[in-house]
Protein backbone atom coordinates (compact mmCIF):
# COMPACT_ATOMS: atom_id res chain seq x y z
CA UNK A 1 0.00 0.00 0.00
CA UNK A 2 1.14 3.54 -0.88
CA UNK A 3 1.31 6.39 2.03
CA UNK A 4 2.05 10.02 1.77
CA UNK A 5 3.75 12.29 4.52
CA UNK A 6 3.38 15.63 4.61
CA UNK A 7 5.74 16.71 7.69
CA UNK A 8 4.91 20.47 7.79
CA UNK A 9 1.12 20.88 8.88
CA UNK A 10 1.33 24.60 8.80
CA UNK A 11 4.22 27.23 7.07
CA UNK A 12 3.90 30.71 7.75
CA UNK A 13 5.36 32.81 5.90
CA UNK A 14 5.52 36.27 4.70
CA UNK A 15 4.48 37.80 1.12
CA UNK A 16 6.87 37.54 -1.56
CA UNK A 17 9.43 35.15 -0.21
CA UNK A 18 10.35 31.71 -1.05
CA UNK A 19 8.35 28.57 0.14
CA UNK A 20 8.51 24.79 -0.10
CA UNK A 21 6.12 22.44 1.18
CA UNK A 22 7.64 19.01 1.30
CA UNK A 23 5.57 15.58 0.71
CA UNK A 24 7.78 12.17 0.97
CA UNK A 25 6.00 8.44 -0.27
CA UNK A 26 6.19 5.36 0.19
CA UNK A 27 5.52 2.55 -2.33
CA UNK A 28 6.46 -0.58 -3.64
CA UNK A 29 5.36 0.46 -7.17
CA UNK A 30 5.33 2.94 -9.57
CA UNK A 31 3.05 5.73 -8.67
CA UNK A 32 1.77 8.67 -9.90
CA UNK A 33 2.17 12.22 -7.85
CA UNK A 34 -0.48 14.96 -7.28
CA UNK A 35 -0.62 18.18 -5.55
CA UNK A 36 -4.52 19.67 -4.52
CA UNK A 37 -4.70 22.79 -2.76
CA UNK A 38 -7.89 23.90 -0.74
CA UNK A 39 -8.67 27.41 -0.27
CA UNK A 40 -10.85 28.64 2.31
CA UNK A 41 -14.60 27.75 2.22
CA UNK A 42 -13.81 25.41 -1.55
CA UNK A 43 -13.27 22.16 -2.97
CA UNK A 44 -9.95 20.59 -3.50
CA UNK A 45 -8.36 21.51 -6.74
CA UNK A 46 -5.64 19.88 -8.54
CA UNK A 47 -3.12 22.40 -8.96
CA UNK A 48 -0.21 20.06 -10.42
CA UNK A 49 0.92 16.10 -11.37
CA UNK A 50 3.52 14.12 -12.25
CA UNK A 51 2.81 10.89 -14.49
CA UNK A 52 5.60 10.91 -16.57
CA UNK A 53 8.11 12.15 -18.37
CA UNK A 54 9.96 15.61 -16.97
CA UNK A 55 10.45 15.13 -13.33
CA UNK A 56 9.76 19.01 -12.81
CA UNK A 57 6.34 20.19 -13.57
CA UNK A 58 4.92 24.09 -13.18
CA UNK A 59 1.82 25.29 -12.65
CA UNK A 60 -0.12 28.52 -13.91
CA UNK A 61 0.01 29.90 -11.01
CA UNK A 62 3.54 29.68 -10.23
CA UNK A 63 3.77 26.58 -8.06
CA UNK A 64 6.39 23.65 -9.64
CA UNK A 65 7.20 20.35 -7.79
CA UNK A 66 10.22 17.99 -8.96
CA UNK A 67 9.34 14.63 -8.72
CA UNK A 68 12.97 12.99 -7.18
CA UNK A 69 12.76 9.21 -7.08
CA UNK A 70 15.64 8.32 -4.98
CA UNK A 71 14.04 10.57 -2.17
CA UNK A 72 10.78 9.45 -3.02
CA UNK A 73 9.77 13.11 -2.58
CA UNK A 74 8.15 14.93 -4.64
CA UNK A 75 8.31 19.02 -2.83
CA UNK A 76 6.06 21.74 -3.90
CA UNK A 77 7.99 25.21 -4.56
CA UNK A 78 7.48 28.70 -5.60
CA UNK A 79 9.97 31.39 -5.46
CA UNK A 80 7.40 34.67 -4.42
CA UNK A 81 4.18 33.65 -2.55
CA UNK A 82 0.82 36.21 -2.56
CA UNK A 83 -1.43 36.77 -0.07
CA UNK A 84 -4.19 34.82 -2.53
CA UNK A 85 -2.04 31.38 -1.63
CA UNK A 86 -2.92 30.91 1.48
CA UNK A 87 -4.82 27.45 1.68
CA UNK A 88 -4.56 24.47 2.31
CA UNK A 89 -2.13 22.40 0.21
CA UNK A 90 -2.26 18.43 -0.39
CA UNK A 91 0.06 16.03 -1.47
CA UNK A 92 -1.17 13.11 -3.54
CA UNK A 93 -0.04 9.52 -4.96
CA UNK A 94 -2.09 6.96 -7.16
CA UNK A 95 -1.22 3.63 -8.74
CA UNK A 96 -0.13 4.12 -12.04
CA UNK A 97 -2.12 1.28 -13.08
CA UNK A 98 -5.43 -0.50 -11.89
CA UNK A 99 -7.06 1.30 -9.18
CA UNK A 100 -6.26 4.99 -9.12
CA UNK A 101 -8.08 6.11 -6.01
CA UNK A 102 -5.74 8.90 -4.61
CA UNK A 103 -3.89 8.34 -0.95
CA UNK A 104 -3.33 12.02 0.38
CA UNK A 105 -0.69 13.32 3.24
CA UNK A 106 -2.35 15.17 6.00
CA UNK A 107 -1.89 18.46 4.42
CA UNK A 108 -0.02 21.92 5.15
CA UNK A 109 -1.75 24.95 5.54
CA UNK A 110 0.34 27.55 4.25
CA UNK A 111 -0.19 30.91 5.69
CA UNK A 112 0.92 34.06 3.62
CA UNK A 113 1.80 37.20 6.12
CA UNK A 114 1.57 40.73 4.40
CA UNK B 1 -19.15 23.68 -17.83
CA UNK B 2 -20.70 22.40 -14.97
CA UNK B 3 -18.44 20.75 -12.07
CA UNK B 4 -19.14 17.81 -9.85
CA UNK B 5 -21.82 18.93 -7.14
CA UNK B 6 -22.73 17.47 -4.21
CA UNK B 7 -26.70 17.64 -1.83
CA UNK B 8 -26.58 18.56 0.66
CA UNK B 9 -23.87 20.71 1.49
CA UNK B 10 -24.56 20.61 5.00
CA UNK B 11 -26.33 17.33 6.86
CA UNK B 12 -26.81 17.24 10.57
CA UNK B 13 -28.48 14.00 11.52
CA UNK B 14 -29.05 12.26 15.77
CA UNK B 15 -27.08 9.56 16.05
CA UNK B 16 -28.64 5.96 14.93
CA UNK B 17 -30.43 7.88 12.18
CA UNK B 18 -29.76 6.70 8.13
CA UNK B 19 -28.46 9.28 5.84
CA UNK B 20 -28.42 9.78 2.07
CA UNK B 21 -25.46 11.93 0.34
CA UNK B 22 -25.97 12.22 -3.39
CA UNK B 23 -22.89 13.41 -6.22
CA UNK B 24 -23.34 14.59 -9.23
CA UNK B 25 -20.45 14.04 -11.43
CA UNK B 26 -19.37 15.65 -14.51
CA UNK B 27 -20.98 14.86 -17.29
CA UNK B 28 -19.39 11.92 -19.62
CA UNK B 29 -17.01 10.91 -16.61
CA UNK B 30 -17.16 7.31 -16.24
CA UNK B 31 -15.15 6.84 -13.13
CA UNK B 32 -16.42 8.18 -9.86
CA UNK B 33 -14.27 8.13 -6.02
CA UNK B 34 -16.37 8.98 -2.97
CA UNK B 35 -13.67 10.21 -0.24
CA UNK B 36 -13.75 11.10 3.66
CA UNK B 37 -12.16 14.08 5.11
CA UNK B 38 -11.92 14.20 8.78
CA UNK B 39 -11.14 17.50 10.90
CA UNK B 40 -7.25 18.30 10.07
CA UNK B 41 -6.46 15.27 8.21
CA UNK B 42 -6.60 14.61 4.27
CA UNK B 43 -9.21 12.84 2.38
CA UNK B 44 -9.42 9.05 2.53
CA UNK B 45 -10.42 6.96 -0.32
CA UNK B 46 -13.98 5.10 0.31
CA UNK B 47 -14.83 3.74 -2.58
CA UNK B 48 -14.98 4.30 -6.87
CA UNK B 49 -17.37 3.58 -9.22
CA UNK B 50 -16.49 2.52 -13.09
CA UNK B 51 -19.50 3.08 -14.90
CA UNK B 52 -22.42 1.34 -12.58
CA UNK B 53 -20.48 -0.95 -10.84
CA UNK B 54 -18.45 -0.39 -7.53
CA UNK B 55 -14.44 -1.29 -8.87
CA UNK B 56 -13.14 -1.40 -5.58
CA UNK B 57 -14.91 -0.70 -2.08
CA UNK B 58 -12.13 -1.10 0.23
CA UNK B 59 -12.21 1.90 1.69
CA UNK B 60 -15.82 1.61 3.24
CA UNK B 61 -15.14 1.53 6.87
CA UNK B 62 -17.42 -1.09 8.01
CA UNK B 63 -21.15 -2.52 6.17
CA UNK B 64 -22.55 0.54 7.42
CA UNK B 65 -21.35 2.65 4.68
CA UNK B 66 -22.91 1.46 1.24
CA UNK B 67 -23.03 3.59 -2.23
CA UNK B 68 -25.26 2.99 -5.37
CA UNK B 69 -24.49 4.49 -9.03
CA UNK B 70 -27.78 2.77 -10.87
CA UNK B 71 -27.33 4.68 -14.25
CA UNK B 72 -23.73 4.86 -14.80
CA UNK B 73 -24.15 9.08 -13.33
CA UNK B 74 -25.49 9.93 -9.68
CA UNK B 75 -24.09 8.85 -7.03
CA UNK B 76 -25.66 8.16 -3.71
CA UNK B 77 -23.60 7.01 -0.47
CA UNK B 78 -26.04 5.77 1.77
CA UNK B 79 -24.92 5.41 5.85
CA UNK B 80 -27.06 3.16 8.12
CA UNK B 81 -27.02 3.96 11.95
CA UNK B 82 -24.76 6.32 12.10
CA UNK B 83 -22.23 7.42 14.76
CA UNK B 84 -20.46 10.69 15.79
CA UNK B 85 -17.53 9.15 14.59
CA UNK B 86 -18.93 9.44 10.93
CA UNK B 87 -19.00 13.16 11.43
CA UNK B 88 -16.71 14.36 8.34
CA UNK B 89 -16.69 16.09 4.99
CA UNK B 90 -17.89 13.31 2.07
CA UNK B 91 -16.11 14.00 -1.21
CA UNK B 92 -16.75 13.28 -4.37
CA UNK B 93 -14.79 13.33 -7.73
CA UNK B 94 -15.34 12.23 -11.35
CA UNK B 95 -13.54 11.52 -13.91
CA UNK B 96 -13.53 10.96 -17.79
CA UNK B 97 -12.12 7.59 -16.54
CA UNK B 98 -9.81 5.95 -14.28
CA UNK B 99 -6.95 7.41 -16.46
CA UNK B 100 -7.64 10.74 -16.42
CA UNK B 101 -7.50 13.25 -13.65
CA UNK B 102 -10.24 13.54 -10.57
CA UNK B 103 -12.28 16.81 -10.21
CA UNK B 104 -13.75 16.96 -6.61
CA UNK B 105 -17.23 18.34 -5.48
CA UNK B 106 -17.52 21.14 -2.60
CA UNK B 107 -18.39 18.34 -0.15
CA UNK B 108 -21.13 17.77 2.33
CA UNK B 109 -20.26 17.87 5.57
CA UNK B 110 -22.07 15.80 8.02
CA UNK B 111 -22.63 16.14 11.32
CA UNK B 112 -23.78 13.40 13.85
CA UNK B 113 -25.16 14.65 17.28
Known amino acids: AQSVTQLDSQVPVFEEAPVELRCNYSSSVSVYLFWYVQYPNQGLQLLLKYLSGSTLVESINGFEAEFNKSQTSFHLRKPSVHISDTAEYFC????????????FGSGTRLQVQP | GAGVSQTPSNKVTEKGKYVELRCDPISGHTALYWYRQSLGQGPEFLIYFQGTGAADDSGLPNDRFFAVRPEGSVSTLKIQRTERGDSAVYLC???????????FGPGTRLTVT
Open chain 2, 93 to 103: ASSRDISYEQY
Open chain 1, 92 to 103: AVSLDTGRRALT
